[in-house]
């Protein structure tokens, strides 16, 4: 019986196509589908703003509810960025954070277009309470949100004043009140400041005219921080150096600060600014303009002194930290003097510590090596002959008796937390007055009225010869 051989087909190395039904159309995965759809922003607008016409204006319930029976009908994930624009300025931006001028109406819900002029934070915490719903029922959009759709509308906000309110579609600024009681915002006080022959506004100087819009944006943009909505990294994007110069940026925080503060404590504030990398406050002051007196006149200008007080003793305590640090890094790897002085009069030149507070750090910083403990019979000698090589460090910022009183108060206290010195305390007196460091003047005025409560009897005694010399020594002078 003879069998006939299949034939059989010579691989080619090419995927053969699975069979197929004529006539029957393949259907697409969904997420496929979505992906090779047309980007359409402006169908999604047209979309968006059809069905929240349908709700009554002034019904921010019925706007939750709307945004939130839309997610299933519009894709919120492909358009977040677009989205977020509408519900937040109203419009589509153009490149370079414009308005996009293409004769569309505006959102009927939006921040801008929504909140009362002059805002009032009642009205402005019932918008961000539909925010808050939005996002918790669609959590994927918290991310985008406060990384990127927010951040890029914030980074533009000088920009929406400009070309009027988006729900009244008129092409002039509108001009309104201050956003909150008692509140002359930066853009408000700088106002009347010439502008440079060119026309433009000066470095430093904010734009003339009120910006409610940007008023309400950074009122709700508090509102998002301290409801958790948006992480406090979001303040950084009104850093720029467009915003920054032009004075945006400082009219922008106040409002912004004012508003926190309603809400939350100076503490919950300040750990907030640190958490978000914007406690220093000076970076929001053009570059011509950090200093203290400045930053301390714009935020008494709008009541906001706890800020700067509170500022400035962070301020204060972190300058304090690092130049001890580096001070007692010179002193153990053996710095020359000038070495130090000089480095000690840059830190000194910023005026963010106290001159009293400056010499106490110093004093601090000078004795920090000595092993008081190593050979306790010896500690005398060694802190005298400390002091006669390092006294020239102390007598640039013991200049007036302010400073040198400071100075013998901390001698005071450290003597009297180091027990193996404390007899040596008029000694080391004697040795600074010798040096040309402390006056006599300010060694009497110590021992009058000027002394500190730690030891006081005990150090106030130690003195008594001294002074009672030094008196002498004056009354001698006078008779001359």
């Not at 853009?187 to 502008?195: F, Q």
Request: net charge neutral; with cysteine.
């Amino acid at each position: 019986m003879s069998s006939t051989a299949t034939p059989t087909t010579a691989p080619t190395g090419k995927k053969q196509a699975l069979p197929s039904l004529a006539g029957v159309k393949t259907k697409q995965r969904k997420g496929v589908a979505k992906a090779s759809a047309k980007h359409e922003p402006a169908v999604f607008r047209d979309t968006l703003c059809k069905h929240l016409e349908a709700v009554p204006a002034g019904d921010f319930d019925g706007y939750a509810k709307k945004l939130d029976d839309l997610g299933s009908v519009l894709d919120y994930r492909k358009y977040e960025q677009e989205f977020f624009q509408l519900l937040l300025v109203g419009r589509l931006l153009a490149p370079g954070g414009g308005f996009l001028q293409d004769g569309s109406s505006a959102s009927p819900f939006s921040v801008i277009g929504s909140a009362k002029e002059p805002a009032e934070l009642g009205n402005i915490k019932t918008i961000a309470e539909v925010f808050n719903k939005l996002i918790r029922r669609y959590k994927y959009l918290q991310k985008d949100f406060e990384e990127t759709s927010l951040p890029a509308v914030l980074q533009h906000v000088n920009k929406f004043d400009n070309v009027g309110n988006p729900g009244s579609g008129a092409n002039t600024p509108v001009i309104a009140s201050a956003a909150l009681p008692n509140l002359a915002v930066a853009a408000g006080t700088a106002a009347s400041a010439p502008p440079s022959r060119s026309g433009t506004p000066q470095p430093g100087v904010a734009l003339p005219g009120p910006r409610p819009n940007q008023d309400k944006l950074a009122m709700i943009t508090a509102v998002f921080v301290t409801t958790g909505v948006a992480a406090p990294t979001v303040l950084a994007s009104i850093k720029k150096d467009h915003l920054v110069k032009d004075g945006t940026t400082l009219a922008f925080l106040t409002v912004y600060l004012k508003t926190y503060l309603t809400n939350e404590s100076i503490d919950h504030l300040f750990s907030s600014l640190r958490r978000g990398g914007c406690h220093d406050l000076m970076e929001f002051l053009p570059a011509s303009r950090r200093s203290m007196p400045e930053l301390a006149a714009a935020f008494k200008k709008v009541g906001l002194d706890a800020i700067t007080d509170m500022f400035q003793k962070q301020r204060a305590n972190e300058v304090i930290k690092v130049t001890s640090a580096h001070l007692r890094e010179m002193i153990a790897g053996s710095d020359s003097n000038e070495e130090i002085i000089s480095y000690l009069k840059d830190q000194d030149r910023s005026k963010a510590i106290p001159d009293v507070d400056f010499v106490t750090l110093i004093w601090s910083g000078l004795v920090s090596n000595l092993d008081l403990n190593e050979n306790p019979a010896g500690a005398g000698d060694e802190l005298i002959k400390e002091l006669k090589e390092t006294a020239a460090i102390l007598e640039p910022f013991c200049q007036s008796g302010r400073t040198q009183v400071a100075l013998i108060n901390a001698i005071q206290s450290w003597c009297y937390k180091n027990t193996t010195v404390t007899g040596l305390f008029v000694k080391i007196l004697l040795n600074l007055f010798n040096l040309d460091v402390l006056s006599s003047d300010a060694i009497i005025y110590w021992h009058s009225k000027g002394s500190r409560p730690d030891g006081r009897q005990q150090f106030l005694k130690q003195a008594d010869p001294l002074v009672k010399k030094l008196e002498e020594q004056e009354e001698e002078s006078d008779e001359e």
